[in-house]
T-cell receptor
Framework: DADVTQTPRNRITKTGKRIMLECSQT?????MYWYRQDPGLGLRLIYY???????NKGEISDGYSVSRQAQAKFSLSLESAIPNQTALYFC??????????FGPGTRLTVL | AQSVTQLGSHVSVSEGALVLLRCNYS??????LFWYVQYPNQGLQLLLK??????LVKGINGFEAEFKKSETSFHLTKPSAHMSDAAEYFC?????????????FGTGTRLKVLA
C-alpha cells in the first residue's frame, strides 16, 4: 500500500463550488505539506503543518484553507473554486530535516 | 531568502549520451539540496540528497550530483541516458535559514531522450 495517499485523484468542479482534497499518510511523520504544480512554475507551497496544532501559510495560501484532523490526515479546501485554481495538487510528508515523500497527486479542473 | 534556479526548462539528449541538468541555489546558510524526478502522471520521487556530508552524492538509477559551494551549484548528471529517463526533474533547497526546513523548488527541467 502507498505511504501517502490522496483522494480524489481527479476532480472536475464548477466555479464557486466548495471542494476538499484529502491526504493520508502511514509513515508516522509529523510534517505535512500541500503544493500545487503548474506548468513552467514548478511546485509552490500552499500550506504546511508541523504537528496537529501547528498550521502555517505557504507562498500561495490565498483562496485555500487546511485542516489537520490527526497526525496522519491533512485536508486542503477551496471554499469557492475559481478557474485559475485548476492545477495538479500534491500532498507530502517528512520527518524533521529529512526528505519529503509525495502522494500521487490530485488533478483538479475548475470550469 | 533561499532560492533555486534550474537552467533550461527542456533538455534533449540522445540515448547513451551524457545527461546534465543544471541547478543553482542561493542560501545564506549551508543548504540541504535535493533532486526529484516526476514520471508522467505520477508524484515526485527522490533521486538524491545533499545534507553536508560528501560533496559527490550518488542516487538511484545511476544519477549523481556534485555540490560545489564556490559555484553555488548542484548539477545532476548521468553518464549514459536511457529512454526510461525521460521525465521532469526538480531541484529543491530546504529552507534552513528560517528554521522551518520547508522546500523551495526550482521550476523543473523536462528531459527528452532521443532514440
Amino acid at each position: 500500500d502507498a505511504d501517502v495517499t490522496q483522494t480524489p485523484r481527479n476532480r472536475i468542479t464548477k466555479t464557486g463550488k466548495r471542494i476538499m482534497l484529502e491526504c493520508s499518510q502511514t509513515k508516522g511523520h509529523d510534517r505535512m505539506y500541500w503544493y500545487r504544480q503548474d506548468p513552467g512554475l514548478g511546485l509552490r507551497l500552499i500550506y504546511y503543518s508541523f504537528d496537529v496544532k501547528d498550521i502555517n501559510k505557504g507562498e500561495i495560501s490565498d483562496g485555500y484553507s487546511v485542516s489537520r484532523q490527526a497526525q496522519a490526515k491533512f485536508s486542503l479546501s477551496l471554499e469557492s473554486a475559481i478557474p485559475n485554481q485548476t492545477a495538479l495538487y500534491f500532498c507530502a510528508t517528512s520527518a524533521v530535516l529529512n526528505e519529503q515523500f509525495f502522494g500521487p497527486g490530485t488533478r483538479l479542473t475548475v470550469l | 531568502a533561499q532560492s533555486v534556479t534550474q537552467l533550461g526548462s527542456h533538455v534533449s539528449v540522445s540515448e547513451g549520451a551524457l545527461v546534465l541538468l543544471r541547478c543553482n541555489y542561493s542560501s545564506s546558510v549551508p543548504p540541504y539540496l535535493f533532486w526529484y524526478v516526476q514520471y508522467p502522471n505520477q508524484g515526485l520521487q527522490l533521486l538524491l540528497k545533499y545534507t553536508s556530508a560528501a560533496t559527490l552524492v550518488k542516487g538511484i538509477n545511476g544519477f549523481e550530483a556534485e555540490f560545489k559551494k564556490s559555484e553555488t551549484s548542484f548539477h545532476l548528471t548521468k553518464p549514459s541516458a536511457h529512454m526510461s529517463d525521460a521525465a521532469e526533474y526538480f531541484c529543491a533547497v530546504s529552507d534552513a535559514a528560517s528554521g522551518t526546513y520547508k522546500y523551495i523548488f526550482g521550476t523543473g527541467t523536462r528531459l527528452k531522450v532521443l532514440a
